[in-house]
T-cell receptor
């Protein structure tokens, strides 16, 4: 089983739709959680960190469920510019590197 | 955007030749990383550095070596390139780890390496 698993998609949604992605992780010692965004042929960029109590940044909401070992990302009122691959990332306790999921591809259509 | 420059941006080489990729930062961040990205695998850590001359292996370090003689430069060397090392290589930097709002990775633009 992979350490970080994501549905690769693609998710094809119309503008204005709400879409949600989940990411499951296998190591319960995971400490820090993030969502990164990667545009085609570009470098990943931090979208948001994920905090235990859940957090929101504009149209984006991230949730963490430690008991079930998953994190989620909700995008409301999707824009064409949200089209990208969304990477689930975590770091384990006492570990210096981040572990990446393979990503979920989102396409928002007019 | 964080000041990270990777060079070269593209490289085509032959099996068995040595290759060195360079990552240069102007942010004075302590941590530097080399990742490779392949379809279906996500980014995988090759090596990382937590200071000048301080480096450690990552998940997929076989066939790679690194050096960090200055804070701003982190070199990745493929001693004898193989076709399995064809990939996109990303350098990343981070100001801190261990939690807190400073814990984030900033990536360079990537190097597309093809080993024929």
């Amino acid at each position: 089983r992979k350490e970080v698993e994501q549905d690769p998609g693609p998710f094809n949604v119309p503008e204005g739709a709400t879409v949600a992605f989940n990411c499951t992780y296998s190591n319960s010692a995971s400490q820090s959680f993030f969502w990164y965004r990667q545009d085609c042929r570009k470098e990943p960029k931090l979208l948001m960190s994920v905090y235990s109590s859940g957090n929101e940044d504009g149209r984006f909401t991230a949730q963490l469920n430690r008991a079930s070992q998953y994190i989620s990302l909700l995008i409301r009122d999707s824009k064409l510019s949200d089209s990208a691959t969304y990477l689930c990332v975590l770091r384990m306790y006492n570990n210096n590197d981040m572990r990446f999921g393979a990503g979920t591809r989102l396409t928002v259509k007019p | 955007d964080a000041g990270i420059t990777q060079s070269p941006r593209h490289k085509v080489t032959e099996t068995g030749t040595p290759v060195t990729l360079r990552c240069h930062q102007t942010e004075n961040h302590r941590y530097m990383y080399w990742y490779r990205q392949d379809p279906g695998h996500g980014l995988r850590l090759i090596h990382y550095s937590y200071g000048v001359k301080d480096t450690d292996k990552g998940e997929v370090s076989d066939g790679y070596s690194v050096s960090r003689s200055k804070t701003e430069d982190f070199l990745l060397t493929l001693e004898s390139a193989t076709s399995s090392q064809t990939s996109v290589y990303f350098c990343a930097i981070s100001p801190q780890i261990g939690g807190g709002r400073g814990e984030k990775l900033f990536f360079g633009s990537g190097t597309q390496l093809s080993v024929l």
